[in-house]
């Protein structure tokens, strides 16, 4: 698997998923769950009630994964996941890396090749970039999944920069 690091904006990355940092509800809400809602149109919304009806009446439990159409996105899938808050659960080392491997799972599962993914969990909810990225990167470095090469989407120096030395890292 190769992975690589870029500074941008993940709704525009061309991939076959890109993984979306959302709330449990599925509904929308702000930093890259905003954007991916935004940018991909009404169609992934309207796929996000359809599992909410139907599979997950009570949201996306922490650390678990689901995909979507892309909508409007370059990208064919969005793979949503909730990371935890932290601070909130004992567990959220766990939570965390659970984001990364079920995401991956759903990835394998969809037979996607290349996925991107922002820093899950390092905005709003909380987590520090020092204790997150090798989470991360170890994570996805030992996930054994098919997928051919992920791209970490980053927001920031800092983001960038804990990523790096993250990856650097063996």
């Known amino acids: 698997m190769r992975i690589e690091l870029v500074a941008g904006d993940i709704t525009t990355q061309d991939v ?3 993984v979306n940092a959302a709330n449990s509800s599925l509904l929308g809400g702000g930093g890259v769950d905003g954007a991916i809602h935004a940018a991909g149109g009404p169609e992934i919304l309207s796929a996000c009630r359809e599992l909410r009806a139907t599979s997950l009446p009570r949201g996306l439990p922490t650390g678990q994964a689901v995909a979507t159409t892309a909508g409007r996105l370059p990208a064919r899938w969005v793979i949503h996941t909730v990371g935890p808050v932290y601070g909130r659960d004992p567990a959220a080392a ?3 890396a659970s984001a990364y491997r079920e995401s ?7 037979g996607a090749a ?3 993914f922002p820093s899950i969990s390092t905005g709003a909810y909380g987590y520090p970039l020092a204790e997150a990225a090798p989470i991360a990167v170890r994570t996805v470095r030992e996930s ?3 997928v051919a090469h992920v791209r970490f989407v980053l927001c920031g120096r800092a983001a960038y920069a804990a990523f790096e030395l993250a990856l650097a890292d063996r």
Not at 104 to 110: I, K, P
């Open 144 to 146: 054994g999944a098919a």
């Open 16 to 18: 076959d998923a890109v």
């Open 114 to 116: 290349s996925v991107a």
């Open 104 to 110: 991956l799972r759903v990835a394998d599962e969809l």
């Open 94 to 96: 766990e939570l965390l």
